[in-house]
DNA sequence: TAAAAAAACAGGAAAAACCCTGTGTATTTT
DNA sequence: AAAATACACAGGGTTTTTCCTGTTTTTTTA
């Protein structure tokens, strides 16, 4: 709450077209003030330590560069418990909305929303404390039903960004490049999870990744 | 223009919410009007045949379903020449640029665009009668280096047949034998297809064929 | 804090992918 | 019928990928 006796937000999203749009569209709401928008997780941060007073909501988007939405969620989690933090991203792939909400999400809702929906959100989220939108309940309810996580491969931060970047036209020495490693320990993440998934080449990686949804096009 | 001496404008855009953001942001600019938010081709077709004075500006994403952007504006330089269209996406492929200008759109920007160079864009394009932000110049002057950016690659069969084996993991002497066709047949094909569509390595034909459809998950 | 596990890294080698130039033979165009 | 075009194919070269068997360093765990 400002002085104002209004809800305040932040915005973190790296697509500042929509950033400021949607810092409009909230401003307009009866209650709610966008006091601060950032670019991604690291900005946010920044942004966080030279406030005297914190947001009592952030908009975080998944998709950013630098510092994604996960591990943002993760430091906020540990860092500001208080700040109600909602998810927003294009996609509704379960696996990030169940993510999200492990790591400390009060709520995820994609960027088609409808505005009507979004202000509700914002409501709910001050007096309930979290926003289960039909979305969500419904990966919770299937997330029941899957088990055998043992089947699903689990793959850490570098292998994950490894796989990303096998899923362009970049050799494995440009990948080490950009990864600040030694080729031959890029050709050990190759090799491992090769052997791990049971493939034969970068190619077989791939579509593994496409079919997993590890990556989007 | 309306009664109010301001100039208009019309929203394509599928994702409500920053349809709706970006629609309070542009109102927010002095002189600037949002008359109407369509969601796709279809849906602005149908409410441009109600209204009787038409907006000035279009600003028309490209990616949305039922009708998409590339065909939308197809059908506005076909009826509506006078309405100034700028095309909004989410990538900066240059491929669209140019295929969007090709089509008549006045202009063309991303969503990550900074809402002040939104304004000049929108000023821009009153003005002058087209927006050519930096982006889109070095599409075009790229372009003339390219030989013929063909906008729709055609494939014959054996080429069609060989992509989808080259999004396997058969190597390409396996290929061969499968389309009994020798090895150096094959690599012809790749080559000459590399060389079409500006490839570097096979993983960039995959991508490429997933990305345009030319293979199924 | 010592032992175990995980991560980073290397040398070396075979296979595959990539890329160039060029030939013969159909097929289509003029 | 001659010319242009498209197609199947080769020789031969470089680069990248793939796949071994290791060592060293860092992190985790007992």
Redesign the interface.
Known sequence: MNNLNETTIAIVD?????A??????I??FQGFRVIFKAQHGLDLKDKLKHLTHLPDIILLDINMPVMNGFDTQKWLTANHPSIRVLALSMDDNEMFILRMLKEGAKGYFL?????KD?ENALIEVIERGFYYSEMVTNAMVNSLYEEAPDLEPEFNKNELQFIEM????L?YKEIAEKMMLSPKTVDGYRRDIFKRLG??????L??YA??NKLFK?
């Open positions: 790296d697509h500042l077209l929509f400021s749009s949607l810092e409009k569209l401003n307009s960027k088609d929303i409808h505005p979004l096998a899923c362009s036209e050799t493939l034969r080449n970068r190619v077989g791939v579509m496409l079919r096009i």
